[in-house]
């Protein structure tokens, strides 16, 4: 049996008959060159769980990367839950090693705690070297019945009372709209246990929470069309960075505002202050640059080259771009600088924004950092 993107279910029942420790494929005699992985396996960790918005991800491009590494290497998934994403980060951080055949995709969910200084982390992004970005955008909608068709009926919003928002939990992609309602002045109860945005979705849908976002892919095959049946009202995209690292409106949605646009039309005022500063960080963190493809910043320079230059195919290659809207969006990933400047602004930020961020969590959710 298979998955939809063609990784044999076997495969994952191979590579734990291999062996369990992380970096097992390294320990095998010879290095691999930038030419020739023939004959090798490469461990792609995925820190989440079978199934999940990470691991679809990375399935995604596994038949390319297999396609355009030299030498055709076996490349194997291999998932490793808890913490969020954090235990098996942890693991990659202390155990991957700079020979080319264990590489680390990450997520928000993972930038988030090392950003905000989660005791429970054990890794440093400045000791890794990115190979690929992989932005995502999302989508604010709310009830047609709430009577609210845009950023000039904020005095309608936030004098609404009863307003709900489904959440997966504090510090989880949800911190970008949670600190977005703040900024809006609108006053909406964050009922946290989602177990995935798509119950959010479905809890919209069912009018126990009148306000909601999906991420581009979900909103385009899922909100869309209640958008056309008149059940939901969209507000504004998060929006998207261009190469510049600049905030403009996101190309999958034209014709709505990006964030910083509805917020400044809401308040007359361009947007400024600590909380608007911390709703940046975790926007570029949670969306504009929200996962990456990372090796120990020790690998050789000819190896990491290998990989830069086998998501460049990827990226160019036909049937990729024709299958990658429903998994990634119509969303450019990057390689090369840009991929660095997306790295450096997802995993940077300053002391001052980290602790009013922290002090907002307690505030907001009654919430310590490393406790669940």
Same mark, same amino acid.
């Given at each position: ?28 005699? *010879?290095?691999?060159?930038?030419? !020739? ?24 491009? /596994? ?51 090392? /950003? ?54 504090? &510090?989880?992609? !949800? ?26 979705? /479905?809890?919209?849908?069912? *009018? ?30 998060? *929006? ?73 195919? &990827? ?13 990634? *969006? ?16 997802? &995993? ?25």
């Amino acid at each position: 049996m298979a998955d939809r993107e063609g990784v044999p279910h076997a495969g994952r029942r191979d590579l734990i008959r291999l062996g369990a420790g992380l970096g097992l494929a390294a320990a095998l005699p *010879g290095g691999a060159s930038a030419q !020739d992985f023939t004959g090798r396996t490469i461990e792609w960790i995925i820190p989440m769980s079978v199934g999940g918005g990470s691991d679809t991800w990375a399935r995604f491009h /596994l038949p390319f990367m297999n396609r355009h590494m030299p030498g055709n290497p076996t490349i194997v998934i291999r998932n490793i839950t808890g913490g969020g994403g954090i235990n098996g980060t942890n693991q990659f951080a202390a155990r991957a090693r700079p020979d080319g055949l264990t590489i680390l995709g990450t997520t928000a969910s993972i930038q988030f705690p090392f /950003l905000l200084g989660d005791p429970r982390v054990r890794y440093d992004y400045a000791n890794w070297v990115p190979v690929l970005a992989s932005p995502t955008g999302g989508v604010m909608y709310i009830r047609p019945e709430i009577g609210v068709r845009g950023p000039g009926d904020i005095a309608r919003l936030r004098a609404t009372t009863g307003l709900k928002f489904g959440s997966q939990g504090p &510090t989880s992609l !949800d911190m970008v709209p949670a600190l977005a309602f703040d900024l809006l002045g609108i006053d909406v109860q964050v009922v946290m246990g989602m177990q995935g945005r798509g119950q959010g979705r /479905l809890a919209f849908e069912r *009018g126990e929470t009148p306000i909601d976002y999906q991420t581009s892919s979900a909103y385009i095959s899922q909100v869309m069309p209640l958008v056309r049946e008149g059940k939901a009202v969209p507000l504004c995209s998060w *929006g998207s960075l261009n190469d510049a690292g600049e905030l403009v409106r996101d190309s999958n949605f034209p014709d709505l505002p990006h964030f910083a646009e509805f917020l400044q039309a809401a308040t007359g005022r361009a947007p400024s202050g600590p909380a608007w500063e911390a709703w940046k960080a975790l926007f570029i963190a949670g969306f504009g640059a929200q996962k990456f493809v990372v090796l120990p910043k020790t690998t050789p320079a000819n190896l990491v080259n290998a990989y830069k230059e086998a998501f460049r195919k &990827t990226i160019a290659d036909a049937e990729y771009r024709e299958k990658r809207g429903p998994v990634i *969006g119509e969303y450019n990933e990057t390689v090369g600088e840009p991929a660095d400047r997306a790295y450096a602004a997802a &995993t940077t930020m300053s002391p001052e924004v980290r602790q009013w961020t922290r002090d907002w969590l307690q505030r907001r959710f009654n919430h310590t950092l490393g406790r669940e």
